[in-house]
């Protein structure tokens, strides 16, 4: 008999790539990781798991189990859905991991009507970038998470998640005062091939967006600078260090004194925004008041 928790085990280790990794987000230690997936072994009786220097893979038959894990894990969130909600599932916490102006913009707002609609609820939030809080999610970590859309995110048939889209933004071109583009009503990211650039780092979504933009302008930005914090981003626009694209909901209640907010000529570069829940989970009794919650904070209906 496969037990389910080694099957979550053997899920984190496909999500992570290292054992360490996994033990890490799992809250467990390296050796009992490995333990577990030794008796996940002998309990299938096939090799699952490759390990060398650079990491860890699945093999063939860990593939296989793991994509029935996917489907087993999910339908035990089910089961808890039901259990919950058979036992009233009135009151209880939510985790909900989101990056900082998604917690401004939808999270707030969400957790405000919440108060009114369900106060038997509590929500808990952890601020987390948009690539992070969907591995937290699947590591039990939180319940909920806030997402970007971005190269290599789980895509709306990921077997592991369902996904509440949100909302989408454009990015906004922010120069300093004294650019020769300044003036201009809409800037043409073409013209900014030869700038220096101030980016976000690699991993960060708004760093695969501003990227991709590029590309399509025909172009790879030189990034001078590198911040994940948008306040900083501005700054040192404004000292003349670069140019940057901003969300536009990032630019909001921020200091933009000497710099220039332009929007992008053209299909502006957007930032996607969605709810991520483990598949199975969208139905429980406390969770599903909070999707529904951040659908009406984001204008859905």
């Not at 809409?186 to 708004?206: E, R, V, Y």
């Amino acid at each position: 008999m496969i037990e389910a928790r080694r099957l979550h085990i053997l899920r984190a280790v496909a999500d992570h790539r290292t054992v360490t990794a996994a033990a890490a987000a799992l809250y467990l230690t390296p050796s009992a990781v490995s333990q577990q997936l030794a008796a996940l072994e002998q309990e299938t009786g096939h090799r699952l798991v490759d390990r060398n220097a650079r990491g860890a893979r699945l093999t063939p038959a860990g593939e296989i189990l793991l994509s029935h894990a996917n489907a087993v894990l999910a339908q035990l969130e089910r089961a808890e859905a039901e259990l919950a909600a058979y036992g009233s599932g009135e009151a209880g916490t939510v985790t909900v991991a989101a990056f900082a102006t998604g917690i401004g913009l939808v999270v707030a707002p969400a957790i405000g009507s919440l108060a009114a609609t369900s106060p038997g609820i509590r929500v808990r939030v952890q601020d987390a970038e948009g690539d992070e809080s969907l591995l937290m999610v699947l590591d039990r970590q939180v319940d909920v998470a806030v997402a970007v859309e971005y190269r290599g995110a789980p895509g709306e048939d990921d077997a592991r998640l369902t996904r509440v889209p949100l909302y989408a933004e454009p990015f906004d071109a922010v120069l300093p005062p004294l650019h020769p583009l300044a003036g201009h009503d809409l800037i043409a990211l073409a013209d900014l091939a030869k700038a220096s650039w101030i980016g976000q780092s690699a991993g960060n979504p708004c760093h695969d967006v501003t990227v991709l933009a590029c590309e399509y302008a025909g172009f790879a930005p030189a990034f001078a600078h590198v911040s994940d914090d948008f306040r900083a981003v501005v700054a040192l626009a404004a000292a003349g260090a670069g140019v940057a694209l901003v969300p536009r909901s990032a630019l909001r209640g921020t200091d933009l004194t000497g710099v220039v907010v332009r929007p992008v000529d053209g299909v502006a570069p957007t930032r996607r925004v969605f709810a991520a829940v483990r598949r199975g989970a969208e139905d429980h009794p406390l969770i599903h008041p909070v999707l529904m919650a951040l659908r009406e904070a984001a204008g859905r209906p």
